[in-house]
């Protein structure tokens, strides 16, 4: 059994969405030949809610080493309260010291947090071990180029200061990867283009998948839902998520629908009730909305309720399992593809999707004839689609609830954990098996 150390900054009770990259991953690995070991930051430095019932889907198999993180209540009146780079030093003398105690065969890091990476480089020189950087999302994208922190979600100087931090780190890091892992394989061709020297390199396109398991845990355990009820005769057409600067422009689209469907078809728009919940990247109930503003814009903020703060994992489980259905909204940005895909699907409700169609949430859905999708391009903006979103949420409406067929989950088997998990240990291998004196050295 070969041996991987997996850094996951964010990992059970956490409830942070980066959490669920190792915590899917990890279990399935033995199975095709690789034991992790995870290292990850002690639970009384988080600054999100923990949630003990999200930890007790860890299998007691996986071994998890937790390292002290600055504590934050200080580190913010300096203005640093990212966890990555609190837990940096943490997070690099915890893999220091259990790769000086024991044997592993590769080393892989997550993120986000981005600086957790630069662990790579250094742990690769220093124990001579491959390391596989992965991308959960973009590091250099359209935050601090064409949207940010400033008024209406244009860049400001922060926003605009955080990417070129990430690209600094990126050409630091990026170059010295032995393999690199991505949600999409756009993502990581879009670093290949910033740094032509990883154009032979190996990658992976590699989704955020399932677990069937998770919502076999929510329906033998179920959860009290506080947002609606799911048996009052409406339809509850709900989006759990963070919703990105990058997604407003297809948000708008969507209100712009409902506003069209209330001028035209007023009795069915009053059944309507579009619920968006855990739309900011922020856990505390200060969280900024984002979708209320824009609704009452458009005359439609009777039907759309937001909660901002994120919400807790199966809580999201039991919405998405309740909800008449669950809606996906992709961004302007072409390599978008949401982790929230395989999650909405197990939860076998219908879906209607809006995507860029150089998704590859488009491909994967047409593939099912999984979802009502509406897609739009480059040249079609998504404020084209008004009147296709228009018609989808007629028959949303007014058709029976039915649930996903089962053929259409099956179809989609080679994203669950354990397929993707398998994948992942395919790369292992071909890293690990590669000859010492081929593996990239410092640039």
Known sequence: ??????????????????THRVRLLAPHLPRYGWQPTVVSVDPRDYEGRLDPTLAEL??????????????????RLLGVGDLGLRALNGLYRTCTELLR?????????????????????????????????DYQDPWVGEWGRSVGAGPNGTPDWKSRLSRS?????EAYVAPRADALVAVSASTYEQVQARHPTLQTRPCLELPIGGELADFDQTRRHPRRNPYFDPGDGLCHLCYVGTLLPTGLETLRALLRAAALLRVRQPTVYARLRLRFLGTSNQTGEGAPARVLPIAQEFG?????????????????????TQASAILLLGSSERHYTASKLYPALLARRPLLAIYHDASTV???????SAARLVTYNDEHRAESCVEAIYQQ?????????????????D??????????????????DLVRDCDPAARIEEP
């Open 393 to 409: 949420l007629c028959a949303l409406v007014e058709a029976p609830r039915v649930d996903l067929p089962v053929e259409a989950i």
């Open 58 to 75: 860890v299998p007691s198999s996986v071994q998890v080493i937790r390292c002290r993180a600055l504590n934050p209540r200080y580190t």
């Open 165 to 169: 931090v990430a690209a600094l780190i």
């Open 362 to 368: 488009v491909a994967a859905l047409r593939h099912a």
């Open 101 to 133: 105690r024991e044997a592993f065969d590769a080393v892989f890091v997550t993120t986000y947090p981005v600086y957790p990476a630069l662990l790579g480089p250094r742990l690769k020189q220093r124990f001579a071990i491959p390391f596989i950087l």
């Open 300 to 320: 439609v903020d009777d039907c759309v309720s937001e909660i901002p703060a994120r919400i807790d994992y199966l809580d999201a489980l039991t919405v998405l």
């Open 411 to 428: 179809a989609f088997a080679d994203f669950s954990a354990d397929a993707l998990a398998g994948k992942l240990a395919a790369l292992f």
């Open 1 to 18: 059994m070969r041996r991987v150390l997996m850094v996951s900054p964010h990992f059970p009770p956490d409830t942070n969405a980066g």
